[in-house]
């Protein structure tokens, strides 16, 4: 799988937009990007994905520029609860596999009042 | 319950005891997971059940033994650990083929070997 590259931490402010960067220029053709979180001690939480278009659901919005090489995560509106380290991972997919997900260090986040 | 379901939250246990970690899905799915994480480390695959086989096993330890009795259930059987062992271990489910499967991650087990 291919490796990623974010940020060791990243501060935002409440009620901000927090954009998460991440690179990975060497993904492959079939590998899908993963976003997941970690609230402290906790499990991780999937966050979203996706392969090429621009994805958008309840929690987030990923970005994936059109060579595919980075992306950005959105929260549009941080919160408190958002604190957490946010995983940037590179995944192999195809419909007979269940697709290892490989997690780095991710970006710290911490939001502030 | 929903989601998936680890128990205990908190295990202490000393180096020559046997223990067995338990987690439990609620989401249909037919792959599990095994994830250590220990402290200032990213998670680590330790092993994989797809469709109740083992299909991946990172080169753990032989005093970590898994068990999956069904598609819902997974145990992690513990014997005779170090000190080092000591760590978050993840449990995690997903459907076991195609595209977008994503994992969904228990509240894990701390576990502290003394």
């Known amino acids: 799988d291919a490796k990623t590259t974010q940020p060791p931490s990243m501060d935002c402010a409440e009620g901000r937009a927090a954009n998460l960067p991440c690179n990975h220029s060497t993904i492959s053709g079939n590998e899908y990007v993963y976003w997941y979180r970690q609230i402290h001690s906790q499990g991780p939480q999937y966050i979203i994905h996706?392969?090429?278009n621009n994805e958008t659901n309840e929690m987030a919005s990923l970005i994936i520029t059109e060579d595919r090489k980075s992306s950005t995560l959105i929260l549009p509106h941080a919160t408190l609860r958002d604190t957490a380290v946010y995983y940037c991972i590179v995944r192999l997919m195809t419909t007979d596999s269940w697709g290892k997900l490989q997690f780095g260090a991710g970006t710290q986040v911490v939001v502030t009042p | 319950e929903t989601g998936v379901t680890q128990t205990p939250r908190h295990l202490v246990m000393g180096m020559t005891n046997k223990k067995s970690l338990k987690c439990e899905q609620h989401l249909g799915h037919n792959a599990m997971y095994w994830y250590k994480q220990s402290a200032k480390k990213p998670l680590e695959l330790m092993f994989v059940y797809s469709l109740e086989e083992r299909v991946e096993n990172n080169s753990v330890p032989s005093r970590f033994s898994p068990e999956c009795p069904n598609s819902s259930h997974l145990f992690l059987h513990l014997h005779t650990l170090q000190p080092e062992d000591s760590a978050l271990y993840l449990c995690a489910s997903s459907q076991a083929r195609g595209t977008g499967n994503e994992q969904y991650f228990g509240p894990g087990t701390r576990l502290t070997v003394t």
């Open positions: 996706g392969l090429k």
